[in-house]
């Protein structure tokens, strides 16, 4: 079933408690059940007597006492069948860097590198999977810090095709975004037509006419198994009605776009690796 991933919110910026609203909400896999921005909020959602998330995202970098990310883990952990915990930062914390390395944590990523990639990353963790960005791996392995489980490093930071700055701005609005063609115009002043020519551009950049005609398997794109699943699916339901439509007027092409643009770069570290 899609959306079947529920995710609860910690984040005291506005701009980036949106953001990530925003991208779980386009995802197909995940829906946010809570968005918290203060301590009373996350003190009034841990007291409740079960929690509805699966995982929760939670950014160390809240205001005020510099122990109390700390406390959070220690509160989630003590919970009956207790949610996945993620934890973004800005730079690296040696200290969380220990607990993730004592398995306390499932994930811990720097928000520079995952981007737009934290639907992919919150899949990732539901299935089983720790997760590092590269800065967090390089520090943990500089400092010789064993695991007890193989780590994935996702770089959400890598580029997914070679786009121009222009493509770049309407790939962040048009796609990521999912602003209307006329909305984008407006706020990069240039011709609705112009921006309906780059996102044309952008789409063979990204392969989908090859997707779309079957040269391609989905899953050579898509490792998550329900995001091939239902790309294959609406394919086959979409190839004969659309046989003679120019790729760009395909009203599901945005969402198929949105997914293949948050793809991490990923890396399995095994264990014997580290030291």
């Known amino acids: 079933m899609s959306k079947d991933i529920r995710v609860c919110i910690i984040e005291d910026d506005p701009y980036s408690r949106d953001l990530m609203t925003m991208l779980l909400a386009r995802d197909w896999r995940t829906r946010v059940v809570a968005e918290l921005g203060t301590a009373q909020e996350v003190d009034e959602y841990l007291s409740q007597d079960q929690l509805k998330a699966d995982i929760v995202i ?31 930062d800005t730079q690296v914390d040696i200290k969380l860097l220990k607990i993730f390395s004592a398995g306390n944590i499932e994930a811990y990523l720097l928000k520079s590198e995952i981007l737009y990639s934290l639907g992919s990353a919150v899949s990732q963790i539901i299935s089983g999977r720790t997760l590092a960005t590269p800065s967090i791996w390089k520090a943990a392995k500089d400092r010789g810090m064993l695991f007890s489980s193989n780590i994935t490093v996702v770089d959400g930071a890598k580029p997914v095709a070679n786009f121009t700055a222009r493509e770049k701005e309407i790939v962040r609005l048009g796609i990521l975004f999912n602003l209307a063609h006329r909305d984008v115009a407006d706020e990069l002043i240039i011709s609705p037509i112009w921006v309906s020519e780059i996102i044309s551009n952008i789409y063979e950049k990204l392969g989908m006419r090859e997707i779309v005609s079957g040269e391609y398997a989905v899953s050579d794109y898509f490792e998550d198994a329900y995001v091939a699943e239902r790309i294959n ?18 009203p599901w092409v945005s969402t198929l776009a949105f997914h293949m643009l948050t793809i991490p770069d990923n ?9």
């Open 267 to 275: 890396d399995l570290i095994h264990i014997r690796e580290l030291g």
């Open 58 to 88: 939670l950014d160390t970098e809240m205001p005020g006492d510099s122990q109390w990310s700390f406390r959070i883990i220690d509160a989630l952990r003590s919970i009956p069948d207790s949610p996945a915990i993620l934890c973004t």
């Open 233 to 250: 699916d609406i394919l086959k339901r979409s190839r004969n009605k659309n046989k003679n439509k120019k790729l760009r007027k395909t």
